[in-house]
């Protein structure tokens, strides 16, 4: 298993470290020894909206290798809906087996093309907007459509990645994993 | 108020971003157009423990400054409770006027000497390591002291950044952040 984390400009970080934290133990914590990822960008710097700037290990390229792509959202996903280039650097990843959204990162995976005829979920302030891109919005905290798998605003990413944990290496691991990012919180 | 995050090798991103998503929400939402924050480090680039590069805003120079020093955790804390450069660098926050750390950032506090006589917590896997540094380890996911505040493992830090949105800018606040942070957990 191989993972693209998507950051861009403006994302909010938190979307985007809470399920890269919890989806990077499977290999940390030794569950998937063959678990890898990369963090990857179309610049070679990203800024969150908070300051924070971020370097990918990757920048632009093809994600079709990836067997996962992980989107966050933030503010800085409205532009990208309309932006042309990034957008075709995401449908790079149509033929990734499996794809996760985090907050408005689903409206992104529906400007991409992704959502057609899916159910899928996002921030609740989102739902209006998420309504065009795809056939349902679901008002739960993670919506799993096997190989597609969108979650709530923020810090469901942190739900999400457990749930991913779960999904790739079963309840052990999830639970152990829960345990050491000393999570109570969930099912 | 003015809040120093400390970031810093083989960090866990998610004790800084769950801590640091909350509390800059005090700025970003209105709530303390005043409150601003520098992320700060004691090297121009910092990695995480999974392969994340960042960018702190401010490298070195006296903490002095600030109103608030806020410490993550992580495995790249342990070498720094005898590294003494580092050390003296984090005690140039000693008079500021909170301190707040999540997970083992705890023990950088306990080594910078903040916590003698003090009741603090830290990740439930790090209490052994804990004791020396101070009066009684809590086995609290918060633990108030009024200008100290340190919680328990990883996504702790959530939980502290809302702690801290209530402590200086009231429960109103608080619930408005959680909100919008989609975090249906905690009190």
Partial sequence: MRAAFIIFDNLTTLDFVGVYDGLTRLKTMDFDPEFSWEICAVSEEVHDDKGLRMLPTRVGGSLEEFDMVVAPGGF???????????????????????KASVCTGSLLFG????????????????????????????????????????????????????????????????????KQMDYPYGD
């Fill in 76 to 98: 800085g996903s409205r532009p990208l809906l309309k932006d042309e280039a990034f957008l075709a650097w995401l449908r790079t990843a149509a033929h990734c087996k499996f």
């Fill in 111 to 178: 400007a991409a093309g992704f959502l057609t005829g899916r159910r899928a979920t996002t921030h609740p302030n989102a739902y209006d907007a998420l309504r065009p891109y795809c056939a349902e919005v679901v008002r739960q905290r993670i919506v799993d459509e096997g190989d597609l798998v969108t979650a709530g605003g923020v810090t469901s990413g942190i739900d999400l990645g457990l749930f991913l944990c779960e999904k790739f290496a079963g309840a052990e691991a999830k639970a152990a994993i829960k």
